[in-house]
């Protein structure tokens, strides 16, 4: 169970947008550096993250990328949906391409739809101002034991 | 976000003997007909659920494998934390063998453990009883929109 490492970049490239102090600009190849990931596939994880109107771009000197909109307006799920390119947990969930017999009488795809659901509802209730916060404004009571790092 | 083919196919192998009559046993060969997987992937799939303590073998003639216990006991989340290898969501959940330099101070990764405890936390209501049921008590309330087909 994982996320792609496109939808990985894209979220850190965005929170990365997000720290920095007005007006936001950065170049691809300064959190390239920073991050240090190839500089080719984040160019591929920008343009996609512009063609999606979550970045975008100024040319010549001084320019960079930047939020195309606030980042409390900008969904962690909204990101997630749009950068995961493939959402279909099993087989069955794509129909076009379905191979499993057990299709038409089973119920473990209502399952882990369900599961899904549940899934993408916690990443709707944060935005990437909540994702790139340094403070305690998520929610962490609903984890127990194997706590993330959060200092 | 996908669960890995190795959870897809031991699910729909688990499935299969909960349906089946009393003494709910069947041979590889007859579940990699009906389900038209290769027989050698699905051998490998049945290895690691004897293993797991999913299944048991009979050999011999009239031999074949089935439940170890009874499906109403063995939790769908249960199977999934168990065949799906990899639950690293994101690269730094895997702290030895993270890159990401963000760690120490992003509350991404606290929103994205929420969202994985939500996840299992649906899958670990239902048990493969539920999962293989032709009936109605996987609870769908929590769905809507696109429904999965469930006659």
Redesign the interface.
């Known amino acids: ?3 792609t ?1 496109f ?2 970049l894209s ?2 490239l965005l ?2 947008l997000t720290r920095l102090p007005e007006p936001g600009m950065a170049t691809i190849q300064e959190i390239a550096e ?3 990931i190839s500089r080719n596939h984040l160019v591929k994880v920008a343009n996609s993250l512009a063609n999606q109107g979550f970045i975008m771009t100024t040319r010549g000197k001084g320019g960079g990328i930047q939020l195309a909109r606030p980042a409390y307006t900008i969904g ?1 799920g909204e990101v ?1 949906r749009r950068t ?1 390119l ?7 969930f794509d129909a076009p391409t379905n ?25 709707d209730k ?1 935005t990437l101002a ?5 403070g305690t ?4 009571s ?2 127990s034991g194997d ?5």
Chains 1, 2 share one sequence.
Do not use: G, W
């Open positions: 169970m994982q996320l490492q939808t990985d979220l850190r929170i990365y920073y991050h240090q962690v997630v995961e493939n959402m279909n947990l099993v087989e069955c191979q499993c017999r057990l299709i038409r009488n089973c119920f473990l795809k209502a399952t882990l739809y369900e599961a899904q659901r549940a899934f993408m509802a916690v990443l944060y909540d994702a790139a916060s340094f404004n998520v929610d962490l609903a984890l706590k993330p790092q959060t200092s």
